[in-house]
């Protein structure tokens, strides 16, 4: 299973961004796919998920200003960053995990500047 990542970018404060995320290869179709991010000296953290029934869940940092989705025909994860802050910048990692098996996408960089 490969996860490409496309949408980062550098953002002014209180911009958007959207993220997507593809997967491809051998995938059971009963999945959860997510966001994490990471910043330098920091551990990965949790961003927001959805499960292949649409189940959602986000961090506290992040309701209501971002929004999770999926299109399951595409295999495809999106992530709607609104009100974006400084606070925000990261390096966004696509996760798609089944049963005790996850793959991780290669990263994408996001920089909001204040």
């Known amino acids: 299973v490969q996860l490409v990542e496309s949408g980062g970018g550098l953002v002014q404060a209180g911009g958007t961004l959207r993220l997507s995320c593809a997967a491809s290869g051998t995938i059971s179709s009963i999945n959860t796919m997510g966001w994490y991010r990471q910043g330098p000296g920091k551990q990965r953290e949790l961003v927001a998920t959805?499960?292949?029934?649409?189940?959602?869940n986000y961090a506290d940092s992040v309701k209501g200003r971002f929004t999770i989705s999926r299109d399951n025909a595409k295999s495809t994860v999106y992530l709607q960053m609104n009100s974006l802050k400084p606070e925000d910048t990261d390096v966004y990692y696509c996760r798609l995990s089944h049963q005790w098996t996850v793959y991780w996408g290669q990263g994408t960089q996001v920089t909001v500047s204040s």
């Open positions: 959805i499960t292949s029934g649409a189940g959602t």
